[in-house]
């Protein structure tokens, strides 16, 4: 079964939303009024509120939140002790996704075609942005290895957070998402030829939404 929880009055839509120290952080409302809410997962009571202009990315990891406004290139680290922020940083549009690993804050820019690393104690960019292709879109942390979907180039591009080397392959179609497990990468698309993916000789599955994932 499935159940509701309701945000804050008045408070707008929800958007990103993230799970971490004991608590569910959700952005909701837009623009101006936007702010990431804080709600126990005990009782779902509000706890904390932080405005943050334009809020629509969360993520929890490594002990803090973190959440970004794609439009304006603005990104915030929330320390969850005093529901305050940490630090703020900004790239430049558009963001498509953040992701807290290996000591880093990783940021894909669509515009740059890649991936830039921050510290996640300062929120300095650490190093040049790691070129990973046209459409540089949703992370995923595994194997030791931060993944990039580069929806447009119809790529996946794995990581080694310390060097920033990368390697590329093709998967065809557009990739959105990756998931890792033990011993295979799962790799989430939206059908757009060339259909690489059915050359691979890989385990597919047809999912709802026009999704086809891929064990690589």
């Given amino acids: 079964g499935h159940f509701r ?18 608590s569910i ?7 101006a009024d936007a702010k990431i809410q804080r709600l126990s997962l ?23 939140v973190f959440a970004a406004n794609p439009v304006t290139g603005e990104i915030v680290k929330i320390d969850p002790a005093t529901n305050r922020r940490a630090w703020s940083s900004r790239l430049h549009p558009w963001l498509p996704d953040i992701l807290p690993a290996a000591g880093y804050l990783w940021v894909t820019v669509d515009s740059d075609a890649g991936v830039y690393r921050l510290d996640e104690r300062t929120g300095a960019q650490v190093g040049t942005i790691v070129h990973t292709g046209d459409g540089s879109g949703g992370l995923s942390y ?12 119809g790529t996946l591009t794995r990581i080694e957070p ?3 080397a990368a390697a590329t392959v093709a998967v065809g179609n557009a990739p959105v998402q990756a998931g890792v497990t033990a011993g295979a990468v799962w790799v989430g698309m939206l059908p757009r030829p060339p259909d690489v993916a059915s050359t691979l000789r890989s385990v ?13």
């Fill in 162 to 164: 310390v060097s920033g």
């Fill in 5 to 22: 929880i309701p945000l804050p009055a008045g408070g707008g839509v929800g958007d990103g939303i993230a799970l971490g120290d004991g």
């Fill in 142 to 153: 595994g194997l030791g290895r931060v993944w990039v979907a580069n929806s447009r180039a």
């Fill in 25 to 31: 952080w959700v952005a909701q409302g837009e623009f």
């Fill in 204 to 216: 597919l599955c047809e999912m709802s939404a026009g999704l086809t994932f891929v064990a690589m």
């Fill in 42 to 64: 005990e009782t779902y009571r509000l706890q904390a509120s932080i405005p943050f202009v334009g809020a629509s990315i969360v993520r929890y990891g490594d002990g803090a």
